[in-house]
């Protein structure tokens, strides 16, 4: 197939053009910065503002694709509170003009992968996990908000006889690549500023709550097969079906780098709300699509600690 990505330059965007290329797929890669090259993969790379709806659509014209992976868009939840109608129009009102566009140029069999978030699913008590998707959201920040939006808008657009749309709504996924900004890297990064004798301590935040983390990899490659099968639902979970304590993740991490953890609790990192377990099912997308977790956690954690190395090592050079 040939496949519109948006958001190419983000964190996903390198792995999941990757997993396309490596099956075959022709990608059209979008993003607002440099495009990430894939050795031997077969990749347009342009540098286009979702904003732009002229080069949008004179892109689509020409390129006529087959199928849609949005995956842009604002992704911190935390600076979300800061600008709301920005992440609005990032998240929202950028995702009804490519979808239009979309829908003028796709075949009748195109599909619309919309990347969603389970962080729209907001607080869930203990009796409610694993969460599955007829879990009705309950957004708490603007960035849950604008990605609930954002399917709704899509559901409506869709209806009145739009292309089709699969929503995925992915859990905490981690891999090279990853911004320090979250949990997992911020860790890797520090270990491996410990090993360098740049810090003492790992400053952390709540241990005590557990999460369902994938490897990147295994997401993109969920996506993929979403893309591939088309099944019938119109929304999938992706997880793990599994959760770890942050505090079993650093402890990982610690033995991994073969040193004794040396950690000191910052209050600044504490949220006074943080929901105690997070954890989805994937048994939906697995029986769809035929979908297993392939990549240990262990190694996941590993291949980010050598991420943070190497790009200390870079800093320093």
């Known amino acids: ?19 396309l290329c490596a099956v075959g797929h022709h990608v059209i890669a979008i993003d607002r910065t440099a495009i990430p090259e894939i050795p031997g993969g077969s990749v ?86 694993p969460i599955t998707e007829k879990h009705e959201p309950n957004p708490r920040s603007p960035y849950a908000v604008s990605k609930h939006s954002a399917e709704m808008i899509l559901r ?15 859990f905490n996924h981690i891999g090279p690549g990853q911004s320090p900004g979250f949990v997992c890297p911020s860790f890797a990064r520090q270990i491996a500023e410990i090993e360098a004798g740049r810090r003492d301590f790992l400053m952390h935040g709540n241990l005590t709550t557990r999460r369902d983390f994938l490897d990147v990899r295994d997401v993109a490659r969920a996506y993929r097969m979403l893309l591939e099968q088309k099944p019938a639902d119109p929304l999938f979970i992706i997880a793990s079906g599994e959760s770890h304590s942050i505090q079993s993740i650093v402890e990982m991490m610690f033995t991994i780098a073969g ?13 006074p709300a943080d929901i105690s377990e997070f954890r989805g099912s ?36």
């Not at 409506?156 to 992915?170: D, F, T, W």
């Open 1 to 19: 197939m040939k496949i519109v990505l948006t958001g190419a330059g983000g964190f996903v965007g390198p792995h999941l053009m990757r997993e």
């Open 44 to 129: 347009t790379g342009v540098r286009l503002d979702l904003n732009d709806r002229l080069a949008l659509y004179d892109l689509f014209a020409a390129e006529r694709p087959d199928a849609v992976i949005h995956a842009a868009g604002w992704s911190h939840v935390g600076k979300s509170w800061e600008n709301p109608s920005s992440v609005f129009e990032s998240n929202v009102i950028n995702t009804i003009w490519l979808y239009q566009t979309a829908c003028e140029f796709l075949p009748k069999d195109g599909v619309f992968l919309y990347i969603s978030s389970a962080d729209i699913l907001g607080p869930v008590s203990p009796g409610q996990l």
């Open 156 to 170: 409506v657009l869709e209806s009145n006889g739009g292309a089709r749309v699969i929503v995925a709504r992915p």
């Open 259 to 271: 040193m004794t953890p040396r950690m000191k609790a910052d209050p600044a990192l504490f949220r």
């Open 282 to 317: 994937p048994a939906l997308l697995q029986n769809r699509t035929g979908w297993r977790p392939e990549i240990p956690l262990q190694q996941s954690l590993r291949d980010l600690l050598d991420d943070a190395r190497a790009h200390l090592q870079l800093a320093k050079s």
